[in-house]
């Protein structure tokens, strides 16, 4: 998304005022809480932010805040379908807000399943950012929802590496590089927030800045040089394809990571 708002200001179009962001949480008071968020926001220079908490009700009364965390050990690899609930509640603000757009920043390689199927379904743990999906999500929005309102990913056409490209160059670097955190399990605690420098996503951002920044400021990022931590090869030989020890098949991990051409 912060490489799509630069796109943006590239084609000429002045973003702190003819766009609004949309930051969705599934936690209370997460916005608050963190330093990063109101960071990053500024650092966009786009002056409005929407800011939304998905809590869903729960049959007990309340809602589910909390849930995913607390039963984190039977959900290792896999999530809501955090895309697709992002877009359904982006319609509701950018409908309040008059807007005719919902633009996110959904990558090429999220086209591409993980290798496996499931009673013959191919599996693609990214379908919801799917342009498949983008193209139903879109017309169910116009067709039930809201006729003038156009949902689309500006990076449809992009490879992650392309989009690393123009997020590595100094002007956006200068921006976020030292702000964002693309991690789903990041470290943290009351006084700082870490990417996990463990998990597939972080060594697929690590791949992708690798190749467009120097080292040091690379590693930077994510503390080490993850390439030298010896617990990360069967992370690396899956994003690769290798497969890995008695495995019959390559299978990509269910995590939003890009294809092992890229």
Aim: glycine share 6%.
């Amino acid at each position: 998304a912060l490489t799509l708002v630069e796109l943006l200001r590239d084609s000429g179009l002045d973003c702190s005022t003819n766009c609004i962001l949309f930051h969705l949480s599934d936690e209370l008071g997460e916005w608050l809480h963190s330093w990063r968020l109101p960071a990053l926001h500024r650092a966009t220079e786009i002056q409005r932010c929407i800011r939304a908490e998905f809590l869903p009700p729960s049959r007990r009364g309340g809602n589910l805040a909390g849930v995913f965390e607390e039963n984190d050990a039977q959900l290792i690899d896999t999530a809501p379908p955090w895309a697709a609930m992002v877009a359904f509640s982006a319609v509701l603000a950018a409908a309040s807000s008059g807007c005719a757009y919902i633009a996110v920043g959904n990558e090429r390689s999220a086209n591409f399943g993980n290798g496996i199927s499931w009673l013959g379904i191919s599996v693609n743990h990214q379908y919801d950012k799917s342009l498949e999906w983008e193209r139903l999500a879109n017309g169910y929005i116009r067709r039930y929802l809201q006729a003038r309102l156009w949902y689309f990913s500006g990076l449809v056409r992009m490879w992650g590496v392309e989009i690393a490209e123009r997020f590595c160059r100094e002007d956006a670097a200068a921006r976020y590089l030292s702000l964002f955190i693309s991690c789903n399990t990041p470290q943290l605690t009351n006084t700082h927030s870490r990417w996990c420098a463990a998990c597939p996503k972080c060594a697929f951002v690590f791949l992708l800045l690798s190749a467009w920044l120097p080292s040091a400021r690379c590693w930077s990022v994510f503390g080490d040089n993850l390439f030298e931590v010896p617990q990360l090869l069967p992370v690396f030989r899956a994003l690769l394809g290798i497969k890995g020890e008695g495995s019959r098949k390559t299978i990509k991990p269910l995590e939003c990571v890009g294809t092992p051409e890229e």
